[in-house]
């Protein structure tokens, strides 16, 4: 059985970093996009960066651009720098075994993790 595990997250101050990794447990197959999305309480779930296997191509919710960066080796990582109040959210490891294109779109991802809370302090 295939699984995303997350881990990485916690409680920082507005400015601080945090580095959430995403590891594959159990494949017997490669993963080709994999992604990070977020759900804030109250709120959708909502994408936070991709990358692709072939090339690493990445993508970004504009939200996080130049704060956070996506990357892989056989762990998929967040970086995610200068953390904001808003960023305050469960953060989803997602993986497609089909599609490698960076995708925004939720729906091409064909496993989820569990989730990893971060919450950032004001």
């Known amino acids: 059985q295939t699984q995303l595990v997350e881990s990485g997250g916690g409680l920082v101050q507005a400015g601080d970093s945090l580095r959430l990794s995403c590891a594959v447990v159990?494949?017997?197959?490669?993963?080709?996009?994999m992604a990070w999305f977020r759900q804030a309480p109250g709120k959708e779930r909502e994408f936070v960066a991709s990358?692709?296997?072939?090339?690493s191509n990445t993508r970004y919710a504009d939200s996080v651009k130049g704060r956070f960066t996506i990357s892989r080796e056989n762990t998929v990582y967040l970086q995610m720098n200068s953390l904001k109040p808003e960023d305050t959210a469960v953060y989803y490891c997602?993986?497609?075994?089909?599609?490698?294109?960076?995708?925004?779109?939720?729906?091409?991802?064909?496993?989820w993790g569990q989730g990893t809370q971060v919450t950032v302090a004001s």
């Open positions: 997602a993986a497609s075994r089909e599609i490698d294109v960076a995708t925004n779109d939720e729906d091409f991802y064909d496993y």
């Open positions: 990358i692709t296997y072939k090339n």
């Open positions: 159990g494949r017997t197959f490669n993963m080709y996009s």
